[in-house]
């Protein structure tokens, strides 16, 4: 990743734009995640950006908020190639032997982000973003969530009756020592999460961290400990 710039956080302006100043000029940037991110997008804090190729309403694209030594990864485009690149690596060993083949596969009502096959069998995987942070937590979700219900009543549904279906939580923040759901934000999701494990589904997780020094993602947990509350 080249031409990384700095900038300055002022306000959320609707669930893809955020205002910021990039050398103290006022200026538009896009941003991919949906969620709340009240934390991260406050007024002043430092935010990492690029130039978008073809810029229209948004001149930037707001990639991630520097946070103790490194920096939050919010956008979820690059969390989600950052976890493919891991899964063609062989550095997830839950995922050691499977390869992705498909994305964006349909699962009764829903569009599942994966499925990875080994020689065995094939895996459903839908992927969320885990950016709340309660000190060395990360959380899921930061508000209430219908489509993440959907898919984990989909997942479970597969996994009860035989198939095979996996959630995967990306904890895309520094210092990171394990994933619990958000059930301040929404309960009933947090109450589906053991009947998922109860019928077969797997909870995963993985910690990312981006360095706004090389401009690059580390992947420094490859197997987060998931704690059900």
């Given at each position: 990743m080249t031409d990384l710039i700095e900038c300055t956080i002022k306000r959320r302006l609707n669930?893809?734009?955020?205002?910021?100043?990039?050398?103290?000029?006022?200026a538009l940037a896009y941003i991919n995640n949906t969620g709340r991110l009240q934390d991260y997008l406050h007024p002043d804090n430092t935010g990492l950006c690029v130039k978008n190729r073809h810029p229209m309403k948004t001149a930037y694209r707001l990639l991630a908020i520097r946070e103790?030594?490194?920096?939050?990864?919010?956008?979820?485009?690059?969390?989600?190639?950052?976890?493919?690149?891991?899964?063609?690596?062989?550095?997830?060993?839950?995922?050691?032997?499977?390869a992705i083949l498909k994305r964006n596969i349909r699962?009764?009502?829903?569009?599942?982000?994966?499925?990875?096959?080994?020689?065995?069998?094939?895996?459903?995987l839908e992927v969320k973003s885990a950016v709340l942070r309660e000190g060395h937590y990360?959380?899921?979700?930061?508000c209430p969530t219908d489509r993440g219900r959907r898919h984990l009543r989909e997942l479970i549904q597969l996994g009860a009756g035989g198939g095979r279906a996996a959630i995967l939580f990306?904890?895309?923040?520094?210092?990171?020592?394990?994933?619990?759901?958000?059930?301040?934000?929404?309960?009933?999701?947090?109450?589906?999460?053991?009947?998922?494990?109860?019928?077969?589904?797997?909870?995963?997780?993985?910690?990312?961290?981006?360095?706004?020094?090389?401009?690059?993602?580390?992947?420094?947990?490859?197997?987060?400990p998931v704690e059900l509350n």
């Open positions: 669930r893809f734009v955020v205002e910021i100043l990039v050398d103290d000029m006022p103790k030594h490194s920096a939050a990864l919010i956008d979820t485009q690059l969390q989600m190639k950052a976890f493919e690149r891991a899964v063609a690596m062989r550095m997830i060993p839950w995922l050691a032997d499977y699962l009764g009502g829903s569009i599942i982000d994966y499925l990875l096959t080994n020689q065995e069998s094939n895996v459903y990360a959380m899921y979700p930061d990306i904890a895309a923040l520094p210092d990171i020592k394990a994933f619990k759901p958000n059930r301040a934000a929404d309960p009933e999701l947090a109450d589906l999460l053991p009947a998922a494990r109860k019928a077969g589904v797997w909870l995963r997780a993985i910690a990312l961290v981006f360095q706004p020094e090389d401009s690059q993602i580390y992947l420094y947990h490859p197997d987060l």
